[in-house]
């Protein structure tokens, strides 16, 4: 069993920059893929990024990708989320999330545990 807990949200001006974290406990992340989701109020559940378990390739959905970074560190078993350039369609709860495969998964069927979410809210 992986507990994840996220960190870092709050609330922003426009253009602005937050650095999301997710730690880990119960296992070691070294054996998971991970990702980022969000949910804003009214909408679907939307992949935002992922990353493989040793770091080496990341995917990122394409209205984040150049103002978002994913990243990992698995000696403090933690991932992260730094986001760049926030606009306000970025205000949502985000989650992290833990795969049952080693690869940068962006499907959520893939992804065995989920964190409860950290808000983030972005001004005009």
């Known amino acids: 069993q992986v507990q994840l807990v996220e960190s870092g949200g709050g609330l922003v001006q426009a253009g602005a920059s937050l650095r999301l974290s997710c730690a880990a406990s119960?296992?070691?992340?070294?054996?998971?893929?991970m990702g980022w989701y969000r949910q804003a109020p009214g909408k679907e559940r939307e992949f935002v990024a992922a990353?493989?378990?040793?770091?080496?390739?990341?995917r990122y959905a394409d209205s984040v990708k150049g103002r978002f970074t994913i990243s990992r560190d698995n000696a403090k078993n933690t991932l992260y989320l730094q986001m760049n350039s926030l606009k306000p369609e970025d205000t949502a709860v985000y989650h992290c999330?833990?795969?049952?495969?080693?690869?940068?998964?962006?499907?959520?069927?893939?992804?065995?545990?989920w964190g409860q979410g950290t808000q983030v809210t972005v001004s005009s």
């Open positions: 990353i493989s378990h040793n770091g080496g390739n990341t």
């Open positions: 119960g296992r070691t992340l070294l054996s998971y893929g």
């Open positions: 999330a833990a795969a049952r495969v080693f690869t940068a998964a962006t499907v959520p069927s893939q992804f065995a545990y």
